[in-house]
């Protein structure tokens, strides 16, 4: 199960900061959620895995920590709203500069690129 | 024992509550009058806060009556209420400035400014690691809007990169807390400082490494050297009252690298003693290095201060990096002189700029300032001070920070760096000064006028100067207590753990 469990984890961040290194913000704003889904897994495993372990006492035979429980919950709260703020500032970003890179300006590069393969598609 | 402590969190939280309730909401005058009461309500409260802890020793608050480590403490020692004064007075500052007309560029300034205030009061106050991490969301969340606020392009595009950023380093603060969590098994600062030393050999390098992250993350607010690219962009883009509110934001940073790099892995942690200090010592210096050369290199006052500011934490970061009770010490002096005074210089620039037309604050040829006297009396004793010259409070800084590092090795690397920044501060000023100043074409036009309410609030900020010279003896011997404070913890971890009163 912790194997399982710490790839899942490992993945989630991996493909979490590789997009938020991508050039534009719809990209990072999807890689910053998968980044918190991540960062709430960890912090719950942090309490140690156990299977059929209440956070209640005396409801089963072993019980598990629960202040990651609690931890996460807070965590995921503000995972939320800070989501719902920067999906708008993207928005809003794409609204004042044109266009949705996270610099306000397509770099030079990418946009002859861009337009070669637009000519290929005409 | 009162409900002192939660003071400083409770009224601005209520506050900004209040200010978005019907009777004051749709007002800028009542949100105005209100809100600064509601400031010098709090100073009040944060200077008897700090009075209290001085006389009586440091003041546990329990919330909730659950006692630690399982409960949620704040700690008022003498740091922490220190800070709180500071922000309290800034913040008063800032507040005042923006009624002169910059809080009606944007709906909501006074309640996104006092959530803020609540935020860098929390993570001041906080004596728990989570909640350390929940204040800075506070605070930084307020932050986002603030920046933005009074719209414009080049505030949308500072604040995507400020943004994502801070998101991430949010996240790396969540991963640093689960491995902090997973091995020692607390969150509450003291009592992780007790079981630190007890890791066993496994848990120590997982421990390690979530300290280290937790130094990525407050290096990141402190603006300490690869991370302080957002830095100097986003202070120049916002308004004036927010970026002097930010020049408090990025000692949250350097306090908690204090707070939690000397209490938790400081000197008494065994294996784990001082694992920040190989990476504070070259980066501070690299910071102060990039720091004087930003200051060079800008091209509008606002960026010079942007750039001061990075040089003061690259100051602060040495001093912190030299782990003695002097030089916290200077370090603590320090960052009374150089939040208030960076504060002051943005709010200079920004009357410059609203006085110089187009050319608003660049260092270019522009028509004359009609009320040049009074902004260059003010910008010459603000020049001075962040400087460190004579006779004003960034000299005593400075020469403490310097002092402080008598008889180390690093003597060879400190000295120099830091006094070839400062000259490197002095001629880009210096520059800055001749500019705005002498090099004029042109009548001045004489619809600009300055507005009372701008001036009291800078000459406020300024007169802080002064005053920590001629108070310096009582201030100092109070940062060399809370120094010992910090650096022999024992004692007050002992009377926290055992005795939480409420």
């Known amino acids: ?122 | 024992m009162s409900h002192l402590p939660i003071l400083p969190i409770l009224l601005p939280m209520l506050a900004a509550v209040f200010m978005l309730l019907p009777p004051l909401s749709n007002s800028i005058t009542r949100h105005r009058i209100f809100a600064v009461s509601v400031m010098v309500l709090l100073v009040v409260a944060s200077a008897l806060l700090l009075l209290t802890s001085h006389q009586q020793g440091t003041q546990i608050y329990v919330l909730g009556g659950w006692q630690p480590p399982f409960g949620i403490t704040l700690v008022a020692d003498r740091i922490s209420t220190m800070m709180v004064l500071l922000t309290s007075v800034l913040g008063l500052c800032a507040q005042l400035y923006a009624c002169a007309g910059d809080d009606k560029d944007g709906m909501y300034f006074h309640p996104l400014f006092m959530f803020q205030i609540m935020g860098v009061n929390g993570a001041f106050l906080t004596g728990d690691v989570f909640n350390l991490f929940v204040f800075f969301e506070v605070l930084l969340i307020a932050s986002y809007a603030l920046l933005i606020h009074g719209g414009g392009k080049q505030k949308t595009k500072a604040n995507v990169h400020y943004v994502i950023l801070n998101l991430v380093g949010s996240s790396i603060f969540l991963f640093a807390l689960g491995i902090l969590y997973g091995t020692i098994g607390s969150l509450n600062i003291m009592d992780m400082a007790n079981k630190v030393p007890l890791l066993g050999e496994h848990e120590q390098a997982l421990a390690k490494s979530g300290g280290l992250l937790l130094l990525v993350v407050f290096a990141l607010k402190a603006a300490l050297l690869p991370l302080h690219f957002w830095l100097p962009k986003t202070y120049a883009a916002a308004s004036a009252p927010v970026a002097a509110l930010f020049a408090i934001m990025t000692k949250v940073g350097v306090y908690s690298i204090l707070r939690v790099h000397t209490t938790i892995f400081g000197e008494n942690a065994g294996e784990l003693a001082s694992i920040a200090i190989p990476w504070l010592w070259p980066l501070s210096l690299l910071t102060l290095v990039f720091g004087a050369i930003g200051v060079l290199a800008s091209p509008s006052l606002r960026l010079t201060t942007a750039n001061l500011v990075v040089v003061s934490a690259g100051t602060l970061m040495l001093a912190i990096a030299m782990q003695r009770e002097a030089a916290t010490s200077a370090a603590l002096y320090y960052i009374l002189h150089t939040t208030l005074v960076t504060g002051a210089l943005f709010l200079i620039a920004d009357l410059i700029s609203k006085q110089r037309g187009k050319a608003e604050d660049r260092y270019v040829i522009a028509r004359k300032m009609n009320h040049s006297t009074i902004i260059g009396i003010a910008f010459f004793i603000a020049a001075l001070t962040v400087v460190g010259l004579p006779p004003l409070s960034g000299f005593v800084g400075k020469i403490l920070i310097l002092q402080a590092a008598e008889g180390m090795a690093e003597i060879a690397w400190v000295w120099p760096v830091v006094l070839l920044a400062g000259l490197a501060c002095l001629v880009g000023v210096s520059r800055a000064g001749t500019t705005i100043f002498w090099r004029s074409a042109g009548d001045a036009s004489s619809d600009e006028s300055i507005s009372k309410l701008k001036l009291t609030a800078i000459a406020l900020l300024l007169v802080a100067s002064p005053l920590l010279v001629v108070f310096g003896g009582p201030i100092i011997e109070f940062t060399d207590l809370a120094a010992a404070e910090l650096h022999r913890g024992s004692a007050v971890i002992e009377s926290a753990l055992e005795g939480g009163k409420q």
Request: aromatic share 10%; with cysteine; proline share 2%.
């Open chain 1, 1 to 122: 199960m912790e194997a399982i469990y710490a790839f899942c984890v490992g993945i989630l961040t991996t493909c979490g900061f590789f997009l938020v290194l991508r050039g534009r913000t719809f990209t990072v704003v999807i890689g910053l959620t998968l980044l918190s889904y991540a960062v709430n897994l960890f912090l719950f495993a942090s309490g140690r895995l156990k299977l059929d372990g209440a956070a209640v006492l005396g409801r089963s035979a072993e019980y598990s920590d629960p202040l990651p429980q609690a931890l996460v919950l807070t965590a995921i709260v503000i995972g939320f709203a800070m989501t719902a703020f920067v999906v708008i500032l993207a928005m809003r970003s794409r609204a004042d500069q044109g266009n949705d890179h996270v610099d306000g300006q397509i770099p030079e590069q990418a946009t002859t690129r861009l337009n070669i393969s637009d000519k290929r598609a005409g």
